[in-house]
């Protein structure tokens, strides 16, 4: 079992920053975060893989950077040039290396920017 917790969510104006964190009981082969805004589906933000490879979703690219601690217990997600279209709860979330689901989750933080 992998326990997730997100913080650092909050209210930015466009254009401003944010860094979210995930505080996890340890981590699994690809960390990633998750985002759902009000009426639409939960989208894939970015992961990175303990093989070191990254992805990001082309909405965020150049602007948000994934990362984790070198002690691998917290994930980050740095927040830049936020846009109003980037609110929503953005979660944390971990999957094996045999599958491509991610199945465990944080609970969310909120990100509004306005």
């Known amino acids: 079992h992998v326990q997730l917790v997100e913080s650092g969510g909050g209210s930015v104006q466009a254009g401003g920053y944010l860094t979210l964190s995930c505080a996890a009981s340890?981590?699994?082969?690809?960390m990633g975060w998750f985002r759902q805004a009000p009426g639409n589906e939960r989208e894939l933000v970015a992961y990175?893989?303990?093989?070191?490879?990254?992805y990001y979703a082309d909405s965020v690219k150049g602007r948000f950077t994934i990362s984790a601690n070198n002690a691998k217990t917290t994930l980050f997600l740095q927040m830049h040039g936020l846009k109003p279209e980037d609110s929503g709860v953005y979660y944390c979330?971990?999957?094996?290396?045999?599958?491509?689901?991610?199945?465990?989750w944080g609970q969310g933080t909120q990100v509004t920017v306005s």
């Open positions: 979330a971990s999957r094996p290396r045999w599958s491509t689901e991610y199945n465990y």
């Open positions: 340890r981590f699994t082969y690809c």
């Open positions: 990175i893989c303990s093989d070191g490879q990254t």
